[in-house]
C-alpha cells in the first residue's frame, strides 16, 4: 500500500493508503522521497475555485465548457514537485542507457503519493543533478515556471523590472530577473518575504499594503516606470497595480493563477491610457519569440543547472518539512495562515 494525500471537499484533506500499482513493460517504479506542496495551484483545488472542478478544458476549442465532465473530487495525489528514488525497473527496459537504473535519485511531476510507476520514457533527462541537495530538486517544475515568466518578459540589460509577489514563485522570479541582469523593485505585503527578496536579488522592496507601487515605482524611475512587471501572486488587486507601474507601452507579464472575477482591475485607467502591453506566462508553452530555441526540458534544465552551480538556490525557500501523515495541517496553514511558510514539503516513509 502507498499513502497518498487525498482532498475529499473543498478545505478538508485526507491521507489515504492505496494499492501499489503492478509494473508493466517499460515502466519504472518510484519511492517518493520529498513531494513540494503548490501554495497556488493546489489551493485552488483546496479551496474550491479551480475551474476543473465546475468545467471541462476542451483541448480542441481551448476553451472551459459549461459540463460534468472535468474533475471533481475527491481529488487523489494532486502535485507536481516530486523528488524519489527509482526501486524497480521493468525487465525489458532493464540496462537501457537512457532509463534510470535502481538506487537513482530522481524528480518528476507523480503527485503526492508514496509511490508510483512511470513510464520510463517520462524519467529521461530527470535524474537529480550529482551534488544537488535532492530537496531543492522539488523545485525543477516550479523553477520553470518563473523562468518561463521571465523569459515572456524579454528583459534587456539594465532594464528596471517590478516583480509584484515575493512567495516562493516571485522569490524566484526575482532571482531569475537578477541573473538576466535586469534591477528588481520587489512588492509584497509581507515584511518576512521582502526581507527575503533582498536576500535573493531585489535592489529595492515596497510595502504593497498602501496601495502605492505604482507611484513609488515611477519615482524610483524619474517619472518614466518600470520597463516591465511580471505579476505574480495571482491578485488582480496587484495586477491592476504592475499595470500602473510601467512605462508607456511598457509590458506586463501575468503570471499568477487568477480565480474568479477581476475585481480591482481596472482597464479603462493607465492600461488604457499607456498603451500597455499585458501578455500571459503559462507553463503549457514557452513565449512565442523564444519557441524555436525553448521548450519546457529546457526550462526545466536550466533552472537545475542555476540551482546545481550555487547562482539560486531554491532549498533556502524551504520553511517546513512536514511528515506526509501531517498534510492535513499543511494545507490548513498555507490557507489560513499563509504569511507563516514558503515552501511546504511533504515527506514519505
Given at each position: 500500500?502507498s499513502?497518498?494525500?487525498?482532498?475529499?471537499?473543498?478545505?478538508?484533506?485526507e491521507?489515504?493508503?492505496?494499492?501499489?500499482?503492478?509494473?508493466s513493460?517499460?515502466?519504472?517504479?518510484i519511492?517518493?522521497?520529498?513531494?513540494?506542496?503548490s501554495?497556488?495551484?493546489?489551493?485552488?483545488?483546496?479551496?474550491?475555485?479551480?475551474?476543473?472542478?465546475?468545467?471541462?478544458?476542451?483541448?480542441?476549442?481551448r476553451m472551459?465548457?459549461?459540463?460534468?465532465g472535468?474533475?471533481?473530487?475527491?481529488?487523489?495525489?494532486?502535485?507536481?514537485s516530486?523528488v524519489?528514488q527509482?526501486?524497480?525497473?521493468?525487465?525489458?527496459?532493464?540496462?537501457?542507457?537512457g532509463?534510470?537504473?535502481?538506487?537513482?535519485?530522481?524528480?518528476?511531476?507523480?503527485?503526492?503519493?508514496?509511490?508510483?510507476?512511470?513510464?520510463?520514457?517520462?524519467l529521461?533527462?530527470c535524474?537529480?543533478?550529482?551534488?544537488?541537495?535532492p530537496?531543492?530538486?522539488?523545485?525543477?517544475?516550479?523553477?520553470?515556471v518563473?523562468?518561463?515568466?521571465?523569459?515572456?518578459?524579454?528583459?534587456?540589460?539594465?532594464?528596471?523590472?517590478?516583480?509584484?509577489?515575493?512567495?516562493?514563485?516571485?522569490?524566484?522570479?526575482?532571482?531569475?530577473?537578477?541573473?538576466s541582469?535586469?534591477?528588481?523593485v520587489?512588492?509584497?505585503?509581507?515584511p518576512g518575504?521582502?526581507?527575503?527578496?533582498?536576500?535573493?536579488?531585489?535592489?529595492?522592496?515596497?510595502?504593497?499594503?498602501?496601495?502605492?507601487?505604482?507611484?513609488q515605482?515611477?519615482?524610483?524611475?524619474?517619472?518614466?516606470?518600470?520597463?516591465v512587471a511580471?505579476?505574480?501572486?495571482?491578485?488582480?488587486?496587484?495586477?491592476?497595480?504592475?499595470?500602473?507601474s510601467?512605462?508607456?507601452?511598457?509590458?506586463?507579464?501575468?503570471?499568477?493563477?487568477?480565480?474568479?472575477?477581476?475585481?480591482?482591475?481596472?482597464?479603462?485607467?493607465?492600461?488604457?491610457?499607456?498603451?500597455?502591453?499585458?501578455?500571459?506566462?503559462?507553463?503549457?508553452?514557452?513565449?512565442?519569440?523564444?519557441?524555436?530555441?525553448?521548450?519546457?526540458?529546457?526550462?526545466?534544465?536550466?533552472?537545475?543547472?542555476?540551482?546545481?552551480?550555487h547562482?539560486?538556490?531554491?532549498?533556502?525557500?524551504?520553511?517546513?518539512?512536514?511528515?506526509?501523515?501531517?498534510?492535513?495541517?499543511?494545507?490548513?496553514?498555507?490557507?489560513?495562515?499563509?504569511?507563516?511558510?514558503l515552501?511546504?514539503v511533504?515527506?514519505?516513509?
Open positions: 500500500m499513502q497518498t494525500v487525498q482532498i475529499t471537499s473543498p478545505r478538508q484533506v491521507v489515504i493508503d492505496e494499492p501499489t500499482p503492478d509494473l513493460a517499460g515502466q519504472v517504479r519511492r517518493t522521497t520529498y513531494s513540494g506542496i501554495a497556488g495551484t493546489e489551493l485552488t483545488a483546496y479551496r474550491g475555485s479551480n475551474p476543473y472542478l465546475n468545467r471541462t478544458w476542451d483541448p480542441h476549442l472551459f465548457v459549461e459540463d460534468s472535468g474533475f471533481g473530487y475527491p481529488v487523489a495525489g494532486l502535485g507536481y516530486e524519489g527509482v526501486v524497480e525497473v521493468a525487465p525489458d527496459i532493464a540496462g537501457d542507457p532509463v534510470p537504473p535502481v538506487g537513482t535519485h530522481v524528480w518528476g511531476i507523480w503527485g503526492h503519493r508514496g509511490e508510483a510507476v512511470l513510464p520510463a520514457e517520462k529521461r533527462g535524474t537529480v543533478p550529482p551534488g544537488l541537495d530537496i531543492a530538486a522539488t523545485f525543477a517544475r516550479v523553477g520553470a518563473a523562468l518561463n515568466a521571465v523569459l515572456a518578459a524579454d528583459i534587456h540589460l539594465g532594464e528596471t523590472v517590478a516583480v509584484f509577489g515575493q512567495g516562493v514563485l516571485g522569490l524566484l522570479a526575482t532571482r531569475l530577473v537578477r541573473l541582469g535586469g534591477t528588481v520587489a512588492v509584497d505585503a509581507v518575504r521582502l526581507q527575503k527578496a533582498l536576500e535573493y536579488g531585489a535592489d529595492t522592496v515596497l510595502d504593497a499594503r498602501d496601495g502605492t507601487a505604482g507611484q515605482i515611477r519615482k524610483l524611475t524619474d517619472g518614466r516606470g518600470a520597463d511580471i505579476e505574480i501572486s495571482g491578485s488582480y488587486r496587484a495586477l491592476h497595480e504592475a499595470i500602473r510601467v512605462a508607456v507601452s511598457g509590458r506586463v507579464v501575468a503570471a499568477g493563477f487568477y480565480q474568479g472575477d477581476g475585481a480591482g482591475l481596472r482597464l479603462g485607467d493607465e492600461f488604457h491610457h499607456n498603451r500597455v502591453e499585458l501578455i500571459c506566462s503559462q507553463i503549457g508553452g514557452v513565449p512565442p519569440a523564444v519557441a524555436g530555441r525553448w521548450d519546457q526540458s529546457r526550462l526545466n534544465q536550466t533552472f537545475l543547472r542555476l540551482a546545481s552551480d547562482r539560486i538556490d531554491p532549498a533556502g525557500l524551504v520553511t517546513h518539512v512536514i511528515p506526509v501523515q501531517e498534510a492535513p495541517a499543511a494545507y490548513h496553514m498555507l490557507d489560513r495562515n499563509p504569511y507563516d511558510a515552501q511546504v511533504l515527506t514519505f516513509p
